[in-house]
T-cell receptor, first 112, second 109 residues
Framework: KAGVTQTPRYLIKTRGQQVTLSCSPISGHRSVSWYQQTPGQGLQFLFEYFSETQRNKGNFPGRFSGRQFSNSRSEMNVSTLELGDSALYLC???????????FGQGTRLTVV | GQNIDQPTEMTATEGAIVQINCTYQTSGFNGLFWYQQHAGEAPTFLSYNVLDGLEEKGRFSSFLSRSKGYSYLLLKELQMKDSASYLCAVRSGGFKTIFGAGTRLFVKA
């Protein structure tokens, strides 16, 4: 069974640009969550999707958005990139409501 | 607000036992998870507690006290490969998982 797949693995963008990150969950998992990980802050919750619906959103500005498709694949978008957006973005999928999360390898975004 | 606290760093000796504590304050509680994360890798699941008490899984055990908002992860017979960050996470109300900043464990020979 394939794990959670995130693409791309690495990305370098310039301030002001926008970026789209992709996540394919484990087959059969309909819940997908996104997190931002930085050395000082740990994992910060961005949003959670289930069956194409956003169920919750973390305390991030409106520049951060996401969506989930009918096949459970998810994308997140960050517009008007800032230097502080440089981080590892992790996606995780779950089989059930309160079961463990399976994480992808992440996308390391660097904003210059 | 919602908050999870755990020590930033701990050091222990190979073969010893180490306990990593986690305290939490969240809106709603649907379970507490521990994950292990090696440098440059994704977090991987270690344990899940939703009821009070101790859950044992091989060399790893996790304890939960919901009334105290407290959990710990116990690692026995430490090995060098256990050097990693350990993340405490609470599944709160509203389909949200809150993570602590993580505890970096250094295992020395």
């Amino acid at each position: 069974k394939a794990g959670v797949t995130q693409t791309p693995r690495y990305l370098i963008k310039t301030r002001g640009q926008q970026v789209t990150l992709s996540c394919s969950p484990i087959s059969g998992h309909r819940s997908v969550s996104w997190y931002q990980q930085t050395p000082g802050q740990g994992l910060q919750f961005l949003f959670e999707y289930f069956s194409e619906t956003q169920r919750n959103k973390g305390n991030f500005p409106g520049r951060f958005s996401g969506r989930q498709f009918s096949n459970s694949r998810s994308e997140m978008n960050v517009s008007t990139l800032e230097l502080g957006d440089s981080a590892l973005y992790l996606c995780a999928s779950r089989a059930g409501e309160n079961t463990e999360a399976f994480f992808g390898q992440g996308t390391r975004l660097t904003v210059v | 607000g919602q908050n999870i606290d755990q020590p930033t760093e701990m050091t222990a000796t190979e073969g010893a036992i180490v306990q990593i504590n986690c305290t939490y304050q969240t809106s709603g509680f649907n379970g507490l998870f521990w994950y292990q994360q090696h440098a440059g890798e994704a977090p991987t699941f270690l344990s899940y507690n939703v009821l009070d008490g101790l859950e044992e899984k091989g060399r790893f055990s996790s304890f939960l006290s919901r009334s105290k908002g407290y959990s710990y992860l116990l690692l026995k017979e430490l090995q060098m490969k256990d050097s990693a960050s350990y993340l405490c996470a609470v599944r709160s109300g509203g389909f949200k998982t809150i993570f602590g900043a993580g505890t970096r464990l250094f295992v020395k020979a």
